[in-house]
């Protein structure tokens, strides 16, 4: 008897375990409605995008990143987002998330705020959380619930997740009510994330060609559940909150001390101060850096982004935006001012440069 009950248990167990397998791998979740809306997302690496092209090319909806990290704005999302109203698509705003804790999550809900303050957008704001490095699932929940529910309740939006489904699944059932905008290519329908029954976004290409733009771009079909009528973006997302946590950080390959200090918001300096580094053209694969928390809060950005092209020189970027080499020398903490490079991007204050 006792050998027969093992047997059944056993079987149980295997049926359930192969129902989740085949659930995980293979099965896929349809759109939560079939209006399928064609669409796109840019960012400043499409360049500069003729919309009116784009619009008569089939494409409806065109999401655009606005920024990423703590301040970080893309330099094209002011353009993109004028180009896209005026050519008629209905435009939607994603941010890219950065954050390693709830403050810094905090934060770049702010950021992404005020950037989408007084403006009248046609979809839902999107959250892209997709550099989980370093992190357990906890924290990726903790993180990505933190920006969801501060997003809301700075511009009174329900946010909508970007996710690929890997990512997807490092989430819980708790996130569901959100829509997802999942990532799949190479796939005729979207593989089942575990905690979504259906998707309101699927991104099913990176390589997609549309007139009106030079390069590769991302192609999606949305549903109406991505849409949002409830008008403008308030004005107002209130003060900025403050935070003094620092952040554990493991180099990853292609990092350098300029790119870790943008990611988050710092500068070389303080990241240099803060881990005694005697070489800071020296870190390696793997290296543990303590990143320093902001040390007063983070308001509206006071800075544009400016590409350098061939040929400048801080002179003559100084004179274009009516600024002066040592302000631009200090805000991008340059150590080596003499030496710029075509396609650095360095920050302009925004008083001098409208």
Known sequence: MKKTTFIFLLTGILILTCAYAARVYGASIPP?????????????????????????????????????????????????????KASGLKVGAYYYVTARNSSQARLQAHAFAILLSGKTFDCRPAMDFEDLAGLDDAQVQTIAKVFLESLEAYT?????????????????????SYPLWAAEYGSDAVEDPLYWGWWSGWQYT????????????????????????????????????????????????????????????????R???ANAISNPDLIYTGERLIIPGSQTPVSSPDYRYYTIRSGDTLWSIAQRYNTSVEELIQINDLRTPNLIYAGQLLKIPVSTAS
């Open 156 to 176: 009174g939006k329900k946010p909508v997740i970007y996710s690929d489904i890997s990512n997807a699944r490092r989430l819980d059932a708790s996130f569901s």
């Open 271 to 273: 990241i240099v101060s």
């Open 32 to 84: 939560d409605r079939q209006d399928l809306i064609p669409g796109i997302d840019v960012s400043q690496w499409q360049g500069y995008i003729d919309f009116n092209r784009v619009s008569q090319n089939g494409v409806e909806i065109v999401y655009i990143r606005a920024g990423e990290g703590a301040s970080y704005t893309d330099p094209f999302f002011e353009r993109n987002y004028a180009g896209a």
């Open 206 to 269: 990176d390589a997609g060609r549309v007139d009106g733009i030079n390069g590769r771009v991302d192609r999606n079909y949305f549903t109406s559940t991505i849409l949002d009528t409830s008008g403008l973006v308030s004005p107002n997302p209130g003060p900025a909150p403050t935070t003094s946590q620092d952040t554990d950080y493991t180099v990853r390959a292609g990092d350098t001390l300029w790119s870790i200090a943008r990611r988050f918001d710092t500068t070389i300096s």
